[in-house]
């Protein structure tokens, strides 16, 4: 299966990225810069990946969301195109309009790089579904920004429309109702701060991680 | 012309910064302090002569760039 991973000026993380989708699909993604236009096409699976785009100048994501590449992105994904966002990436994608919120500076101001505990809240989601019995998975999370913020009224349709995929055990940075990671209302845009790509190998500290690129594989 | 452009994030909305400011200045011995929220101010150059319609276009770059409506609520001035 053919998939990508974007890369911006400053991304850190598309190395990591490619490294889980070859490990997954068994085929090299293509490696798309921010300037490109258009996906190549047969493209089935984007990441987004983690990293301070453009310096994580005016506001995280900011700049990237206005890229060439990322214009033809949300028209994609508005036609069902799969999508996910990890650390910057996700931040990408808010500021994009992809995914509802924010990611506001972490409660305690402080930039926290630590493994981290989280708790699947849908195992039914296209980004979770090969978990199985599973609801507890450790991701690291590296981030200075990453404390989730969206009115109540979008965190009650979050929860209710079973949007809210992941939630921290111990929350980390203030995000809002614990929230760790997200999906559009069609299921296949996903965002998350944690970098599930982090953690796919035993040399990682834990391969957890990988559920989620089988998942969402697997579903297209 | 010249626009300045203040950038801040919404009432409600939590602003960790402001709150060590604040707390900051409190030790400071400024206990007046109550509380403080931090923004930021951009300032564009801009050709032409009409401010009206230049406003017009800032307002549209704030809704497109300079500000993200979801947190943040954003205030425009034109200086001749």
Known sequence: MKTAVITFPASNCNRDAAVALEKVTGVKPEMVWHRESELPSGI???VLPGGFSYGDYLRCGAMASRSPIVKDLVEKANKG???AGFCNGFQVLTEAGLLPGALMRNRGLKFVCRPEKLNITNSNSRYTSKYGDVTEVTYPVAHHDGNYYADDDTLNKLEKQGQVIFRYANNPNGSARDIAGI???AGNVFGMMPHPERAIDPLHGGTDGLGLFKSIIESI | MKAIIHVGLKPGVLDPQGRAI???LNDLGFEEVA??????VIELDLTGDDST???AR???MCEKLLA???IESYRVEIED
């Open chain 1, 44 to 46: 089935k699976f984007v």
């Open chain 2, 22 to 24: 604040s707390r900051s």
């Open chain 2, 53 to 55: 319609a230049a406003k």
């Open chain 2, 68 to 70: 993200n409506t979801v």
């Open chain 1, 81 to 83: 195109l799969a999508i």
């Open chain 1, 183 to 185: 999906c559009n209302e």
């Open chain 2, 58 to 60: 800032v307002t549209e």
């Open chain 2, 35 to 40: 509380a403080a929220r931090q923004g930021k």
